[in-house]
């Protein structure tokens, strides 16, 4: 009886969130019900037959989790995730609140939910084996929270060694870290990868797993694609990059060879669900990108993308992509609050050679716009005060002001500027 008053009270909650446009209520709800009830999301899995699917990784997570709902939905799947991202417990609560009924049972076919490195672990102790886990990447991300990469895989591999095998694993086969997660397991486990003609046999400054997870020794490489991820093994003990590795999917709706990796996680999931191949291709060719993750928007008759840039990996990635598609104008936004990390020292390992071109105009903002602007300047990056902006708004705008309208203002903002960026350009907040 405690969890339905729970639910309704969370409903109310959403409502007036949504009514008064104070967010989509995707986090209040849940962190009331946890405070009341910390069993809230097992009592209501337990009581319906939803499929769970978890999504964990540094980078991806919520483009990876929309393709997924937009190939189950074009499959005529019931389908939901959590709201904007929310990938903490009071964010999986809210969302169960969201989509529950009174009788607090979820008449759905599929919960999609993108989690935080860190809650993976506690969401395991509430779902017991779900559907499917996937993991996508494991980079350097919020140092002060997270610790080391090595940190987060120890947690998970012992989170799940816990599974059995009604669990499907799904497994970055580049990533040595990931990949090794699916050693010795109960649970069943698939591998997927690209196979990119943009490699190189280079590892980039900005890599974190290039030890051997087996034995310690330093990695070689065939060839990599970004950071650490490639083709891999090792010289000492011999543990090397899976052979049986889904590489292909049947289309790439988003730029970037960070976004085929996100594709292929996808169609591998989807296709172990035996999905018809010709929607699932429909459904990628009308794919649309999730907030800020290559997000295009119209304002005042000038196109805005959005690139959401957290880290070092996915920075330097951002700026591959953009120099791909010569950008011309650029605003760099970083910020150090909590959802980002408070230390910003990550922006010295970003490669900014893709975008050191004398033609092209870079604006930077934020909390620490001027750590920023202050990078730029040690790679040789001319950045004038009138490109400093301490005001978002002002930034935005201002960008925007010199943009012609043929071109695109290209935005590379941190999570938290990310959510600003929206909603001064949408009026509406996501959270």
Not at 47 to 73: C, H, M, P, R
Not at 273 to 282: A, F, I, P, V, Y
Not at 384 to 402: G, V
């Amino acid at each position: 009886m405690i969890d339905i008053l729970l639910i309704i009270i969370g409903k109310f909650v959403v409502f007036v969130s949504r009514i008064l446009n104070l967010g989509n209520g995707s986090t209040w709800p849940g962190h009331i019900a946890l405070s009341v009830n910390k069993n809230l999301i097992k009592d209501v899995l337990n009581d319906s037959k939803v499929k769970v699917i978890l999504i964990a990784g540094t980078n991806g997570k919520t483009t990876t989790g929309k393709l997924i709902q937009s190939i189950l939905e074009e499959n005529n799947k019931n389908v939901f995730q959590n709201e904007g991202g929310a990938n903490l417990l009071n964010g999986i609560a809210s969302s169960l609140i969201s989509n529950s009924n009174l009788a607090g049972k979820i008449n759905k076919d599929f919960a999609v939910f993108e989690i935080d490195e860190n809650t993976l672990p506690l969401i395991l102790q509430q779902i017991n084996n779900p559907s499917f886990i996937m993991v996508l990447n494991l980079f350097r991300d919020q140092l002060d929270r997270y610790g080391e990469v090595n940190i987060i895989a120890g947690k998970w591999r012992e989170a799940f060694a816990k599974l059995n095998n009604k669990t499907t694993l799904i497994l970055n086969a580049d990533d040595p870290q990931v990949s090794s997660l699916g050693l010795n397991l109960k649970a069943n486990v698939n591998y997927f990868g690209i196979n990119s003609k943009n490699k190189t046999e280079k590892i980039q400054h900005a890599s974190d797993s290039t030890h051997c997870p087996n034995c310690g020794e330093k990695l070689s490489y065939n060839s990599t694609y970004f950071s650490h991820l490639g083709d891999w093994h090792c010289k000492k003990c011999n543990y090397k990059h899976p052979e049986k590795t889904f590489t292909t999917s049947p289309y790439y709706p988003l730029l970037g060879i960070y976004n085929e990796y996100n594709t292929n996680a996808a169609v591998l999931l989807t296709n172990k669900l035996e999905l018809e191949k010709e929607k699932t291709l429909s459904a990628l060719k009308n794919f649309e990108p999730a907030f800020g993750r290559q997000e295009i928007l119209n304002i005042d008759g000038k196109k805005v993308q959005i690139f959401l840039s957290k880290n070092p990996t996915g920075l330097n990635e951002s700026l591959k992509t953009i120099a791909s598609l010569n950008a011309k104008n650029l605003l760099i936004i970083l910020n150090d609050r909590i959802p980002d990390g408070r230390d910003v020292s990550w922006i010295w390992d970003v490669d900014f050679d893709e975008v050191k071109d004398l033609n092209r105009l870079i604006s930077v903002a934020g909390d620490r716009a001027y750590d920023m602007a202050l990078r730029l300047k040690y790679e040789n990056i001319p950045i004038e005060d009138k490109q400093i902006y301490t005001d978002l708004e002002d930034a935005i705008f201002s960008s925007l002001q010199k943009t012609p309208k043929s071109e695109t203002l290209y935005i590379l903002p941190t999570y938290s500027a990310m959510l600003e960026v929206r909603k001064i350009l949408t009026g509406k907040k996501i959270l």
